[in-house]
């Protein structure tokens, strides 16, 4: 049903009443398909280039490059939180002369055909930069007690330095991507696509599909690696590193249509402007050499990154021990394109708020005014964690992701996103009561603290905190989380 939706305060004007007839009908959402998820970052210190797969055994396996890139760990865990704490296996060490001797770097393990595999880089004794891929091989269920055989070097057509290959299906073909040095180009390092005959095996002649040419690409080192691939919809999206391994270290995007032929450059666009990087806000510097997995229920795509909490760095940047593996969710924008907003402060991740009567619109700060918007493409303007109160209590407060210290707090009524002052009254004012949906118990709905009785809710989609007791307004307060 249509209800005209009109100016607080100004009831009664003319101008209101034309300004509320051309909002749009308010509509009951359902509940949302990617509800949200909560994850504490960082998930484990100390582990850079980190792959975090689910498998059909109910386990998330983790590997990650260890900082004395001389061995390869596995863990497994039946939440992608227990992979913190679970306890790690040493599967591999490096030899202790000739090939696959130094710099092990960026394993990933996959499922194939009924075995494990893990590939992996790694230099020479004699060369430590003579960096190549490799192969390893278990028939075990459990990858962490089974024995491993090498299969090998990834053999591509040149023979230089290569590393962070994946493995991906998509409509029925198996394809390897990875990172390498064309001696014919002044970049380190270009990213490459191929089919696969077998898990070690590439066919054809690899396409070179993206080098380093933009200058957030070409920030100490020119590079182009760490290819990881998802898929949403009808389109592929390849996300990469570029750059050197500090904090201008960033994430770039390559998508084509998944029915497209991926082996022909052409069917790829490259964004011509980074999709992930250092937020000074925040505290996360270097985000990168990401992969992708999923949430426990299935219904979320989870980003799996390194970063540092910190932008300077002694010496060489491969030398410093402190990347951490970080996750938060994948958010998909109207289009169908990936919002990878940007890396969130260390604790808890934070959330979006949608509305219960309008289908896919959050809560957002504008100019630090809170207000219901659709579309919105500044992802973190949108995202909130929820802390333990300011005024305690058993309230919660929403903390802004892109300004943290900054939390949801009414002020005379309208909801405003400002710095706790440290005030009481801005503590009481930024804190609520957590509550079951007034509109839907599967949503939320958050009373005010301060003035009982009183929820944060929306009307001609500004923030207020206001008495709640119609069926109308009991929809503009509820929220579900996202």
């Not at 992979?83 to 591999?92: G, N």
């Not at 595999?117 to 790694?122: D, I, K, M, N, T």
């Not at 790829?268 to 996360?284: E, H, I, L, R």
């Not at 929403?398 to 210290?405: K, M, Q, T, V």
Request: aromatic share 12%.
């Amino acid at each position: 049903m249509t209800r005209t939706r009109l100016l607080p305060g100004v009831l009664a004007t003319g101008a209101a009443l034309v300004a509320g007839l051309l909002l749009p009908a308010p509509a009951q959402a359902a509940v949302p398909a990617s509800p949200a998820v909560s994850y504490t970052n960082p998930l484990v210190n100390q582990r850079a280039d980190a792959q975090i797969y689910k498998h059909t055994d109910g386990y998330y396996y983790f590997t990650a490059t260890a900082p004395e890139y001389d061995r390869i760990i596995l863990r497994r865990a039946t939440t992608i939180q227990g992979l913190s704490t679970a306890p790690e296996t040493v599967i591999w060490t490096k030899h202790a002369t000739g090939a696959m001797a130094n710099h092990v770097w960026a394993p990933e393990i996959h499922f194939i055909d009924g075995k494990w595999y893990v590939y992996f880089a790694a230099g020479s004794s004699d060369d430590v930069w003579k960096i190549r891929m490799y192969v390893l091989e278990s028939s075990s269920a459990n990858p962490l007690t089974g024995s491993w055989t090498e299969k090998g070097q990834i053999a591509t057509p040149m023979d230089s330095f290569a590393l962070d290959a994946t493995t991906f299906v998509v409509n029925g073909t198996r394809y390897l991507s990875w990172a390498q040095k064309d001696p014919a180009i002044a970049t380190n390092s270009n990213v490459y696509i191929a089919k696969l005959t077998n898990p070690w095996t590439i066919s054809g002649t690899p396409t070179r599909l993206t080098v380093p040419t933009y200058s957030w690409e070409t920030v100490g080192y020119k590079v182009n690696e760490g290819p990881a691939l998802i898929q949403h919809g009808d389109k592929v999206f390849l996300s990469y590193s570029a750059s050197a391994t500090d904090s201008n270290y960033c994430l770039g995007l390559l998508s084509a249509p998944a029915s497209s032929n991926l082996l022909d450059a052409a069917s790829w666009t490259k964004s011509a402007t980074p999709v992930f990087t250092s937020n000074a806000a925040t505290g996360q510097y270097g985000p990168g050499h990401n992969q992708f997995t999923t949430s426990e229920d299935g219904k979320s795509d989870i980003l799996v990154y390194h970063d540092r909490n910190y932008k300077d760095i002694t010496g060489d940047p491969l030398n410093d021990p402190n990347r951490r593996t970080r996750v938060q969710k994948l958010y998909w924008n109207a289009d169908g394109t990936p919002n990878f907003g940007i890396p969130v402060a260390d604790g808890v991740t934070p959330k979006r708020l949608s509305s219960y009567n309008y289908p896919d619109y959050f809560i957002r700060h504008f100019d630090f005014r809170a207000k219901l918007e659709p579309n919105v493409t500044n992802l973190a303007d949108s995202q909130f964690r929820t802390v333990t109160g300011l005024s305690g209590s058993g309230t919660v407060s929403l903390e802004s992701a892109n300004f943290p210290g900054y939390y949801l707090h009414s002020k005379n009524g309208e909801v405003w996103v400002e710095k706790n002052d440290g005030t009481t009254a801005f503590k009481d004012s930024a804190s609520f009561y957590q509550r079951a949906g007034l509109a839907d118990s599967a949503g939320v709905s958050y009373e005010s603290y301060s003035t009982a009785g009183q929820y944060l809710r929306h009307f001609n989609f500004l923030l207020y905190v206001q008495p709640v007791s119609t069926t109308p307004a009991k929809g503009d307060a509820t929220f579900y989380q996202q």
